[in-house]
């Protein structure tokens, strides 16, 4: 692990992206843009064997409803870099609660095994909700392969990345305080099998092919945050301003002849700050590495039109190359992209795998 002063991010050669959970599915429609490959018109749905073919035309294979990947409001990605035939799996968040990271996962016929260290972008629930859920089929399986003698002394816990500021509870302020469920404490998580690290600060993992962020500065006037969130102060029983979110953190990669890969969970720090400090921690800027795409939420689904037009305006400004928005970014915003930067979006859906080529 490098210095948290210092963060070095190695160049990969390849990146994969399953997204195990989002907000919405679309397992029909192509690819809109050439440098993110995915699966179309079903092409990635499971398929069941059947004995009884000659019954159905001599059809060997069933597409069954109940083996596609369902949606839900949340996120969660796992991520494989590779780097000269070697290979690393991060899971970035886990959606918002365990059935349906269960379901999932085991849908999509991931080794749940490979994962070696899971990130939390930030603590709200639709992140942190299948967290335990994941610590446990990772272990499962990381005990079962362990059993083998060819990976017996290689198998290691996996490792649980937190921002060390958990709220005991989170909430937000409509006409009274409306709370949250609670994150899994960091006890629940190391008594699920993980390994837990805490940290506030810039620091990369995985030999060096994922960075993960501290706080993120907060540069622009018109990203402000989740509007009436709050936080409970168990100490007084009283709910607190909580709108900035400031545990919030990004991971991301460096691809090889493309740039900059930002996966974001939420952007309540606001996706230009997002994208500006990743730039800033990974090389980017004139001269520097380039900012390739940002996955994730954007978190614009309720903007008003001026704070898409300024997000749009300072995105453009940061010239990438593709953006992949998921979960909370909103219908509206993903228009906007599709008619200011034409050509240049490949949205996030659950349920399918993604590479950048």
Same mark, same amino acid.
């Given at each position: 692990? %490098?210095?948290?002063?210092?963060?070095?991010?190695?160049?990969?050669?390849?990146?994969?992206?399953?997204?195990? =959970?989002?907000?919405?599915?679309?397992?029909?429609?192509?690819?809109?843009?050439?440098?993110?490959?995915? &699966?179309?018109?079903?092409?990635?749905?499971?398929?069941?064997?059947? $004995?009884?073919?000659?019954?159905? !035309?001599?059809?060997?294979?069933?597409?069954?409803?109940?083996?596609?990947?369902?949606?839900?409001?949340? @996120?969660? /990605?796992?991520?494989?870099?590779?780097?000269?035939?070697?290979?690393?799996?991060? /899971?970035?968040?886990?959606?918002?609660?365990?059935?349906?990271?269960?379901?999932?996962?085991?849908?999509?016929?991931?080794?749940?095994?490979?994962?070696?260290?899971?990130?939390?972008?930030?603590?709200?629930?639709?992140?942190?909700?299948?967290?335990?859920? $994941?610590?446990?089929?990772?272990?499962?399986?990381?005990?079962?392969?362990?059993?083998?003698?060819?990976?017996?002394?290689?198998?290691?816990?996996?490792? %649980?990345? @937190?921002? &060390?500021?958990?709220?005991?509870?989170?909430?937000?302020?409509?006409?009274?305080?409306?709370?949250?469920?609670?994150?899994?404490?960091?006890?629940?998580?190391?008594?699920?099998?993980?390994?837990?690290?805490?940290?506030?600060?810039?620091?990369?993992?995985?030999?060096?092919?994922?960075?993960?962020?501290?706080?993120?500065?907060?540069?622009?006037?018109?990203? +402000?945050?989740?509007?009436?969130?709050?936080?409970?102060?168990?100490?007084? !029983?009283?709910?607190?301003?909580?709108?900035?979110?400031?545990?919030?953190?990004?991971?991301?990669?460096?691809?090889?002849?493309?740039?900059?890969?930002?996966?974001? *969970?939420?952007?309540?720090? *606001?996706?230009?700050?997002?994208?500006?400090?990743?730039?800033?921690?990974?090389?980017? !800027?004139?001269? !520097?590495? &380039? /900012?390739?795409?940002?996955?994730?939420?954007?978190?614009?689904?309720?903007?008003?039109?001026?704070?898409?037009?300024?997000?749009?305006?300072?995105?453009?400004?940061?010239?990438?190359?593709?953006?992949? &928005? *998921?979960?909370?970014?909103?219908?509206?915003?993903? =228009?906007?992209?599709?008619?200011?930067?034409?050509?240049?979006?490949?949205? =996030?859906? +659950?349920?399918?795998?993604?590479?950048?080529?």
């Amino acid at each position: 692990m %490098a210095s948290p002063q210092t963060p070095t991010l190695v160049e990969v050669d390849s990146l994969t992206i399953h997204a195990i =959970v989002n907000d919405e599915i679309d397992q029909i429609s192509p690819s809109p843009h050439p440098g993110v490959k995915h &699966p179309q018109s079903f092409m990635g749905a499971p398929l069941t064997s059947l $004995a009884d073919g000659v019954r159905r !035309g001599g059809a060997t294979k069933e597409m069954r409803m109940d083996t596609l990947c369902c949606g839900a409001h949340g @996120l969660s /990605l796992l991520i494989t870099a590779t780097k000269g035939g070697k290979s690393h799996t991060l /899971l970035f968040d886990a959606g918002p609660e365990e059935a349906v990271w269960e379901r999932n996962i085991s849908r999509l016929g991931l080794d749940a095994g490979a994962i070696e260290t899971i990130v939390l972008s930030h603590w709200h629930r639709d992140h942190s909700g299948g967290m335990l859920s $994941a610590i446990r089929m990772v272990e499962a399986a990381k005990t079962k392969a362990s059993s083998s003698p060819e990976t017996a002394t290689t198998t290691k816990k996996v490792v %649980a990345d @937190l921002h &060390p500021d958990r709220p005991d509870y989170r909430g937000v302020m409509a006409h009274e305080p409306i709370s949250l469920e609670p994150d899994p404490s960091f006890e629940e998580m190391e008594q699920a099998g993980a390994t837990v690290f805490k940290s506030s600060e810039p620091h990369t993992v995985l030999d060096d092919m994922f960075l993960v962020s501290g706080s993120i500065p907060r540069e622009t006037t018109y990203e +402000g945050g989740i509007r009436g969130g709050i936080r409970l102060d168990s100490a007084t !029983g009283q709910w607190e301003k909580d709108e900035l979110i400031m545990d919030e953190r990004l991971v991301m990669c460096n691809l090889k002849g493309k740039g900059l890969v930002v996966f974001t *969970g939420c952007s309540h720090a *606001g996706v230009v700050n997002v994208a500006r400090h990743a730039m800033s921690l990974g090389g980017g !800027g004139e001269g !520097g590495v &380039p /900012l390739y795409t940002v996955v994730g939420g954007y978190h614009l689904a309720d903007a008003s039109n001026e704070k898409m037009e300024n997000s749009m305006r300072d995105l453009k400004a940061l010239e990438p190359k593709v953006l992949m &928005p *998921g979960h909370c970014t909103g219908w509206r915003f993903k =228009v906007r992209i599709e008619n200011e930067m034409p050509g240049c979006m490949a949205p =996030v859906f +659950g349920g399918t795998r993604y590479e950048l080529v």
